[in-house]
């Protein structure tokens, strides 16, 4: 039934259909069963979303009581507890000056909202012509057309172009990969950005950012003080800029969110994935007074913000996120974090050393391993070799659910887990990789 009937999202379903699919029942604490009950570890998250781990008594509970309430009304022109409650919660959480919150379902929704605010909000100031957007190479924000816009990984985003506006795409700091080092890549995307804003910052609406962490490219960590000094050239040159906090939110990095590491203040900040611990489909736009403000108008239609959808705001998802922010208060996640995180960077130290690993990227935990056919070269390997497949697919005959990106081995472990258990989890991940690209074991 599976095969037959379900289309399963970023899959050559040709290959899936004649792979061995994976169906889970349940899941308990960090980890997720089967249908013939054999367990894995989620060393990804549910797709680096996962919070608290699985079936938590206390998530459970805040959705059952609010079931009891009521499971879903709506935003327009009424309002309910949860979304009030959590609104006023994520205000006090992010950073300075944000202090609007626009609810949607899913990060891509986000970041459409994200996008559209951006671009209205010239338009209501009465300044004409700001409509394209930055955005990085290889950046990912999401599916949706909008989204799709200002993503920039050829293989997902190149099909969808002739149906797409145009943005400008200046290069992402890939330290490992850039003739320079670390020093060099920098420096070009930082005289990339100023470059573009010198000269056109009067057609740009916005530059839109994964926050210190670039995910789905492969986990690639900007060298320190990158950001901030994007956002000082934005703020200087009159361009927002929008922080698509989606997979780098609630704890990930270490930070709150990561715009945190770097006192960044975005204009518009995008939330999703872990917002509610991982549970529901709630996502979250929020904005400065500054752009709110444009949108405030006595009898002035022009100037509403005309978007919405049908569960905005829905209790449920509001009621099991502020359940979720209220574990992260009682159990101290933000420092449990940061201890687990110099855990796993010791853990992993001797991987570094095998002949195919390339670079181990980490910044909280969220962790990234470039697989490599030669690491003095750091020649690649092919697509075709499909080595991150390989990996992920002896990760899970040993116990534990990845997803490669390309050849990056990705370690999005959930914040809850113990030491002992990432500790079980990187033994496998390093039993994966050697036997894949070693044909030995540890
Ligand atoms: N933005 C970033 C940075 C992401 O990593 C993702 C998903 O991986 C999205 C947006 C899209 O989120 P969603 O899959 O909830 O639409």
């Known amino acids: 039934m599976n095969k037959n009937h379900l289309w399963h999202p970023f899959t050559q379903m040709k290959d899936y259909n004649n792979s061995d699919p994976l169906i889970i029942e349940r899941g308990e604490g960090i980890k997720l069963y089967d249908v013939q009950g054999r367990a894995y570890y989620d060393g990804f998250s549910s797709v680096w979303l996962n919070v608290h781990g699985h079936n938590v008594p206390e998530l459970n509970q ?4 609010q079931l009891g309430l009521v499971a879903h009304s709506t935003l327009l022109g009424m309002a309910n507890i949860p979304a009030i409650e959590l609104a006023e919660k994520l205000v006090a959480i ?3 000056g944000l202090n609007k919150v626009f609810y949607s379902d899913s990060g891509a929704t986000g970041v459409e909202i994200a996008i559209k605010m951006a671009f209205q909000y010239w338009k209501n100031k009465g300044i004409a012509g700001k409509t394209s ?12 057309i909008g989204a799709v816009s200002v993503g920039a990984i050829p293989l997902y985003h190149d099909v969808f ?5 145009p943005s400008h795409v200046i290069p992402y700091p890939y330290a490992y990969r850039h003739e320079g080092g670390e020093t060099k890549a920098l420096e070009a995307t930082l005289t990339a950005l100023h470059n573009l804003l010198e000269t056109r910052a009067d057609e740009i609406a916005a530059l ?6 670039q995910g789905a490219s492969g986990i690639i960590v900007m060298p320190p003080g990158c950001l901030r000094q994007m956002a000082a050239m934005c703020r200087k040159y009159g361009v927002l800029l929008i922080a698509d906090e989606v997979a780098t939110g609630f704890g990930r990095t270490g930070a709150m969110f990561a715009c945190d590491l770097e006192q960044v203040s975005p204009d518009l900040m995008v939330v999703g994935k872990g917002l509610t611990g991982g549970y529901l489909p709630v996502a979250a736009t929020l904005a400065s007074d500054v752009v709110y403000e444009a949108f405030y108008a006595d009898y002035d239609e022009q100037k509403t913000f005309f978007h919405g959808h049908s569960y905005t705001g829905n209790p449920l998802g509001c009621a099991v996120a502020l359940a979720s922010l209220k574990l992260f208060e009682e159990r101290n996640m933000l420092e449990g974090v940061r201890v687990k995180a110099a855990f796993v960077e010791q853990k992993l130290a001797a991987l570094r050393h095998r002949p195919h690993v390339g ?6 935990l969220m962790i990234g391993i470039e697989l490599v056919r030669d690491k003095v070269s750091r020649e690649p390997y092919d697509w075709a070799e499909q080595i991150g497949v390989r990996t992920s697919l002896r990760a899970r005959e040993l116990g534990m659910l990845t997803r490669p990106l390309g050849n990056v081995i990705v370690f999005i472990p959930p914040l809850a887990s113990s030491e002992a258990e990432l500790e079980a989890m990187i033994n496998i991940l390093a039993e994966s990789i050697i036997s894949v690209t070693e044909g030995g074991s540890v």
């Open 62 to 65: 805040a959705i059952t009581e």
């Open 161 to 165: 172009r002739p149906m797409l506006f």
């Open 94 to 96: 992010t950073p300075a």
């Open 133 to 144: 957007f930055i955005t990085m190479n290889q950046a990912y924000h999401g599916d949706t």
């Open 208 to 213: 839109i950012v994964e926050p210190i962490v």
């Open 359 to 364: 670079e181990i990227r980490q910044k909280g």
